[in-house]
């Protein structure tokens, strides 16, 4: 497939294996913004950016929370995504706070890491 509709969060988008996973932690770029620590490294060889998304077990110890969060997540990702040049990015998002946030500060944070990202990618 060449390209999906822009509000679609396909499973070609979700990061996942053991090597591509090590390669962005091995070539990416870390940074913090807002309530997000990400890491992202461009040329993953696909048509598409891939995202993985991480909400610690020390931070959180019951599993519907880390599952909330990484909802709230993907769903402010999925609906941002354009903010980003489909250019074969890696990114991976960490999630910060000990407290859960509401749904619009994630979507700042998500938005601040992407715009940061396409700023990085201009110069």
């Known amino acids: 497939m060449d390209s999906y509709p822009d509000n679609t969060l396909c499973k070609d988008e979700r990061l996942s294996g053991k090597t591509a996973i090590d390669r962005l932690l091995k070539n990416g770029r870390f940074g913090t913004e807002g309530c997000m620590k990400f890491c992202a490294a461009s040329g ?9 998304i991480s909400v610690p077990k ?13 909802r709230r997540i993907r769903e402010a990702y999925r609906t941002q995504k354009n903010l980003l ?5 890696d990114i991976m998002f960490q999630y910060l706070p ?10 700042e944070g998500v938005a601040a890491v992407l715009t940061r990202i396409a700023k990085s990618q201009q110069k």
């Open 44 to 52: 993953n060889g696909t048509w598409c950016n891939r995202i993985l």
């Open 58 to 70: 020390r931070n959180f110890k019951r599993a519907v929370k880390r599952n909330l969060l990484k």
């Open 85 to 89: 040049p489909p250019q074969g990015y």
């Open 98 to 107: 000990k407290e859960v946030l509401d749904s619009s500060a994630i979507r």
